[in-house]
T-cell receptor, first 113, second 115 residues
């Protein structure tokens, strides 16, 4: 079975600074992917970034990048130049059987001016 | 906008009642997933349908059931509601059953409050 661990319940960062949100995972699959989602206070789940286990490069999407360390089974999300609108819950997820997503407990990020 | 729609956005009801949540997947997507997000359980997979057939079941209570219709929209039925069923219910869709996809898009969710 797949498992995601997010050890940071909350993180604080000042505007314009970079922040790293931690995610470690456990899976017995040889080929897999990692997802990150953002959930603002309004509740919707917004897809941010995806990393495939066999991708040679770390994934990047605008200000979001993934620090993927396969041997350590970690897929940390890096947000550069934080903005006030980045304040939200962030979830790391991995597909399990039938591609259902297994989520971590999330990290609440607060960006201060 | 993910292309996945869910109705209603909010639902307030009483214990013992029955409600139906509706999800329309992205155009062309055959697989629909239902998830429950509650304060104590976090985000949990409930059930998956592919092209009208149930494919996988997660931690779904017997009081809950779902189906996917020929037009591919899906409904999640919750009956004999309890206070603990209060949660945010999401659906997500992907094109196929088990092929690896690099994106999974969620609907906006239905917030259910049981009083």
């Amino acid at each position: 079975a797949q498992k995601i661990t997010q050890t940071q319940p909350g993180m604080f960062v000042q505007e314009k600074e970079a922040v790293t949100l931690d995610c470690t995972y456990d899976t017995s699959d040889q080929s897999y992917g990692l997802f990150w989602y953002k959930q603002p206070s309004s509740g919707e789940m917004i897809f941010l970034i995806y990393q495939g286990s066999y991708d040679e490069q770390n994934a990047t999407e605008g200000r979001y990048s993934l620090n993927f360390q396969k041997a350590r089974k970690s897929a940390n999300l890096v947000i550069s130049a934080s903005q006030l609108g980045d304040s939200a819950m962030y979830f790391c997820a991995i597909p399990g059987d039938f591609q259902k997503l297994v989520f971590g407990t999330g990290t609440r990020l607060l960006v201060s001016p | 906008d993910s292309g996945v729609t869910q109705t209603p956005k909010h639902l307030i009801t009483a214990t013992g009642q029955r409600v139906t949540l509706r999800c329309s997947p992205r155009s062309g997507d055959l697989s629909v997933y239902w998830y429950q997000q509650s304060l104590d359980q976090g985000l949990q997979f409930l059930i998956q349908y592919y092209n009208g057939e149930e494919r996988a079941k997660g931690n779904i209570l017997e009081r809950f059931s779902a189906q996917q219709f020929p037009d591919l929209h899906s409904e999640l039925n919750l009956s004999s509601l309890e206070l603990g069923d209060s949660a945010l219910y999401f659906c997500a869709s992907i094109p196929g059953p088990i092929v690896f996809y690099n994106e999974q898009f969620f609907g906006p969710g239905t917030r259910l409050t049981v009083l």
